[in-house]
């Protein structure tokens, strides 16, 4: 391991009240890398995310860009660009699309406009409904709403919390090509992910979490060989 990760996490756990959700976590994450959280309801993900963003207290240590996360506030660490896109998206649902990403923007005013157009390009729905109201778009329109407001913080860790959950294959696509040219920016990301084919399609490295511990951890080419994750997890 490298001393510059952009986020680490040693001995991590975390537990809410009786229920122990994470068993001590080491995990490392490198700038440029999109690196995939898999595991099944219940494993742990939303809370590993919640952990590293400064939303839930843990135990251990998880240093972003070598500054504990449990010593900054939830918002100090959006200003220093760790954005979290949770599983439940958080729009607005009343505002406009225009309005949910220009409120993305609210801690970083400059170049908003190109942080905007680069957000149209990459998804064009956004653009051609930019006075819609966001509860009124459709699961996979609300979902690049929601990675496209958090691109409007200008990001350097992005952690996806479930961006595929309940959108049809012809909207994956999209947000497939999303996530890689997310990369070609220069964001990192972290992707939690039930949709075990769609992580491995895209991540760099990925770790698998049950049960709050990981069980296997590695590059997709090797990991889609083992048999566990191929049964268990890969349809066989
Ligand atoms: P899913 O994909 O279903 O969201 P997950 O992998 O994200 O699952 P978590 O949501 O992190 O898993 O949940 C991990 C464990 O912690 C589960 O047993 C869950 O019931 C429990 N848990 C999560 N949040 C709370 C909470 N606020 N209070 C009590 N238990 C919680």
Do not use: W
Request: glycine fraction near 10%; charge should be negative.
């Amino acid at each position: 391991d490298r001393g510059d990760a952009i986020l680490r996490a040693e001995d991590l756990r975390v537990s809410y009240g009786e229920v122990v959700a994470l068993r001590g976590l080491d995990f490392h994450v490198e700038d440029g890398e999109i690196v995939a959280i898999i595991g099944p309801n219940g494993a742990g993900k939303s809370t590993l995310a919640d952990a590293v963003s400064g939303h839930v207290a843990y135990e251990g240590r998880v240093s972003y860009r070598g500054r504990e996360v449990a010593d900054e506030s939830a918002s100090d660490l959006v200003s220093q660009g760790l954005i979290h896109c949770t599983e439940t998206r958080d729009l607005f649902g009343y505002m406009s699309v225009a309005d949910n990403l220009d409120l993305g923007a609210y801690r970083h005013r400059d170049d908003v406009d190109e942080r905007r157009e680069f957000v149209y390009d990459l998804f064009p729905t956004l653009e051609d409904r930019a006075d819609q109201n966001a509860r009124t778009m459709s699961g996979g329109e609300q979902q690049m709403l929601a990675i496209g407001r958090a691109l409007m913080s200008d990001p350097d860790l992005l952690l996806l919390d479930e961006p595929t959950l309940g959108l049809a294959p012809v909207i994956l696509d999209d947000i497939s090509d999303g996530i890689e040219q997310i990369r070609d920016a220069g964001v990192t990301v972290v992707l939690c992910e039930q949709n075990v084919t769609f992580a491995m399609d895209h991540a760099d490295r990925v770790y698998l979490l049950e049960n709050g511990r990981f069980e296997r951890e590695g590059v997709p080419e090797t990991l889609r060989g083992d048999e566990y994750i191929r049964d268990a997890y890969l349809g066989g």
